[in-house]
């Protein structure tokens, strides 16, 4: 199973971005799909989650901004990031967390993919 994140670029303070997660293989309805970010230095944290039923769960720092949704049909994630911030600044990234209502869990069930950036301007 590949997990490959997409869709991050320069965006303006205030403005919004969609990344997109791919999952190959078959599994994708079964697992739970979660979006991570990371900052030089600092770990990588969770930051949404949705479950393999569609439930969702977010950081405290992106509640209200940031949406996940997934389509089985395209075995694809998506989160929908509003009212960027500076300090959305990062590489994210897309895994299967293994408890996914448990945000400051960090066990993933696959080996990381490619991240991409996403630059917010002042």
């Known amino acids: 199973v590949q997990l490959q994140a997409s869709g991050g670029g320069l965006v303006q303070a205030g403005g919004s971005l969609t990344l997109a997660c791919t999952v190959s293989?078959?599994?994708?309805?079964?697992?739970?799909v979660g979006w991570y970010r990371q900052v030089p230095g600092k770990q990588r944290e969770l930051v949404a989650s949705?479950?393999?039923?569609?439930?969702?769960n977010y950081a405290d720092s992106v509640k209200g901004r940031f949406t996940i949704s997934r389509s089985n049909a395209k075995n694809t994630a998506y989160l929908q990031m509003n009212s960027l911030k500076r300090e959305d600044t990062a590489v994210y990234y897309c895994?299967?967390?293994?408890?996914?209502?448990?945000?400051?869990?960090?066990?993933?069930?696959?080996?990381w993919g490619q991240g991409t950036l996403v630059t917010v301007s002042s």
């Open positions: 895994n299967s967390p293994i408890l996914p209502t448990q945000l400051d869990d960090q066990r993933i069930r696959f080996p």
């Open positions: 949705i479950t393999h039923d569609g439930s969702p």
């Open positions: 293989g078959d599994v994708f309805r079964l697992i739970a």
